[in-house]
């Protein structure tokens, strides 16, 4: 690999986070407002749990999609 493959890989790295950063602080702010349905609920503990798995906090995931279930037993993709 040649330092600028290097220095692209690294900057597509940072750009990845970047972007996980930037969706959970959206589904933070989400939760933070308290004026969402239970569908609009269920699919942001989905999409948290998918982001934690792209960060590896899986046990923290499981608890999402736990949580998803609770609210939507038939949640098809938890």
């Not at 690294?10 to 004026?35: D, G, H, P, R």
């Amino acid at each position: 690999m040649t330092s600028e493959e290097f220095s692209l890989l690294v900057k597509n790295i940072v750009l990845i986070f970047e972007e996980i950063t930037q969706k959970l602080i959206a589904i933070q702010e989400l939760f933070e407002e308290n004026c969402q349905t239970s569908d609009e609920e269920v699919y942001l503990l989905f999409e948290l749990g998918a982001v934690l798995i792209t960060v590896k906090e899986y046990e923290a995931a499981i608890a999402s999609f736990d949580q998803t279930l609770k609210i939507d037993l038939n949640y098809d993709f938890a």
